[in-house]
């Protein structure tokens, strides 16, 4: 079992890959191929030992292929990624009668947001309401007897 992270051209062969100088390489037993696609499995994997990273060179440009590592290593990954996600899933989950805070805390940064603006352009809020609610349809379209 190979012991050091090295990285791979794409070969047309799946059991050979051939490193950037062109010596030719065969996967070791007991080693699969992660395809590339979930980032945070990738980093947990390269994490746990050593793995060889497949990539395909198209002008300045780097394509991953997926990264060749030991089975276990792979199972562990996965399983330490997925237990980490259905960790944070959980605790971020809101009771039907909860409202998160960002959505309290949007209509009065909005409506302060207006009245900056009304304060900076010094328009008389007597005169006009906050940004003609009652003068804009929902469609945002001018609606008739505006004043604008």
């Known amino acids: 079992m190979p012991t050091e992270t090295r990285s791979f051209l794409i070969t047309k062969s799946d059991s050979s890959l051939k490193n950037k100088t062109g010596k030719v390489y065969s996967v070791p037993t007991g080693w699969e191929n992660l395809p590339a696609g979930d980032a945070s499995v990738t980093r947990k994997l390269k994490s746990l030992g050593p793995t060889w990273t497949v990539q395909e060179k198209k002008g300045r440009k780097a394509f991953s292929h997926g990264?060749?590592?030991?089975?276990?290593?792979?199972?562990?990954?996965?399983?330490?990624?997925?237990?980490?996600?259905?960790?944070s899933q959980t605790?971020?989950?809101?009771?039907?009668?909860?409202?998160?805070?960002?959505?309290?805390?949007?209509?009065?940064?909005?409506?302060?947001f207006q009245q900056e603006i009304i304060q900076f352009s010094k328009l008389s809020t007597k005169k006009t309401?906050?940004?003609?609610?009652?003068?804009?349809?929902?469609?945002g379209k001018r609606t008739r007897g505006a004043r604008w």
């Open 129 to 139: 309401p906050l940004f003609g609610l009652s003068q804009w349809s929902k469609a």
């Open 67 to 87: 990264v060749w590592a030991a089975k276990e290593q792979i199972e562990e990954a996965i399983t330490l990624v997925g237990s980490a996600t259905s960790r």
């Open 91 to 112: 605790s971020k989950e809101i009771s039907p009668g909860q409202s998160s805070p960002r959505r309290k805390g949007n209509g009065l940064r909005a409506k302060t």
